[in-house]
């Protein structure tokens, strides 16, 4: 588990990295374009600001989309208890903690270490689980606090949201380039304007949800480790998906911050969910019940 802890924090150096070179890519093509090599500075400049933004302020977001509320130890004696239990069990600095007003039972943690860290759940979710499953769902959620999973997907939520600001950014400048009498602007290279515009963001998209299916896996099976009751999690989770239903602040950017996919459920869902199916995360727990 300390090995996983260490890969998530090296990971978040290496996605900063690749957010940077992916970035850059993307700024050397559109500057292909057009002839000027400054755009690919522009680009970084934006990126950065927009990336050291979003640092800072990624849980204010998700908890002002989401719709969440923070409460205090006499607003919901019965959650704020239980973080307060998991916080001293794993030797974690008290997260901020907050409710959703929403049927649908979800929870989602966030903030870009375990001394800012927020854990968020919904009234439906406090509805529906008994005081073990609850324990474990908010287990799940300390868990990504612990292992450092919310800073990684914090970088990688901040690269999607930037490629497809720049990928916008891209369209518009191809509508400029084909309304601008310029002999050196070529069919050829524009259409590649167009591609990168458009496959940049799904490439975003696709490292996304590759990081996130497996931080849900880990954050299954830590909190199986940290409560020793892997049972709870397995209840937990089949409740989850007996009661899924979407949320009503449903918004794609928070979508793999939640335990459970908060969005309406589609034809292709499984397949570009940023979670894996709950079945096979309750067979992997009943398949390491005995290591926890």
């Not at 150096?13 to 957010?19: A, D």
């Not at 990126?47 to 204010?60: D, E, K, L, N, P």
């Not at 002999?183 to 963001?201: F, K, Y």
């Not at 954050?219 to 989850?240: C, F, N, Q, V």
Request: net charge neutral; charged share 20%; glycine share 4%.
């Amino acid at each position: 588990m300390y090995k996983q802890i260490a890969a998530n924090k090296r990971n978040t150096i290496f996605i900063m990295l690749g957010f940077v070179a992916f970035i850059a890519a993307i700024g050397a093509i559109f500057a292909y374009v057009w002839h000027d090599w400054w755009i690919v500075a522009y680009v970084l400049v934006i990126a950065a600001i927009y990336a050291v933004f979003q640092y800072f302020a990624a849980s204010s977001l998700a908890t002002a989309m989401t719709g969440a509320k923070e409460i205090k130890k006499r607003d919901n004696p019965r959650l704020y208890n239980t973080v307060e239990n998991l916080a001293i069990t794993a030797g974690l600095p008290m997260p901020k903690v907050y409710i959703i007003d929403d049927p649908a039972p979800n929870a989602f943690a966030t903030g870009r270490d375990p001394e800012h860290a927020v854990v968020a759940a919904t009234t439906g979710l406090l509805d529906i689980m008994d005081n073990k499953e609850l324990t474990a769902v908010m287990a799940h959620e300390m868990s990504h606090v612990k292992n450092y999973d919310i800073r990684v997907s914090m970088i990688t939520f901040g690269l999607v949201c930037v490629v497809g600001l720049i990928a916008d950014m891209g369209i518009r400048m191809m509508w400029l380039t084909s309304n601008h009498d310029d002999e050196d602007s070529s069919p050829i290279a524009l259409i590649v304007l167009v591609l990168t515009s458009i496959l940049a963001p799904v490439a975003a998209s696709v490292a996304q949800i590759a990081v996130s299916r497996e931080r849900e896996y880990l954050a299954d099976a830590s909190a199986a480790h940290l409560t020793r009751y892997p049972e709870g999690m397995i209840s937990a989770l089949k409740k989850l998906d007996t009661h899924a239903r979407p949320m009503k602040h449903q918004n794609p950017a928070t979508e793999a911050l939640f335990i459970n996919n908060p969005l309406k459920k589609g034809m292709l869902s499984n397949l570009f969910s940023t979670h894996p199916p709950i079945e096979k995360r309750i067979e992997r727990l009943e398949h390491g019940k005995n290591t926890f």
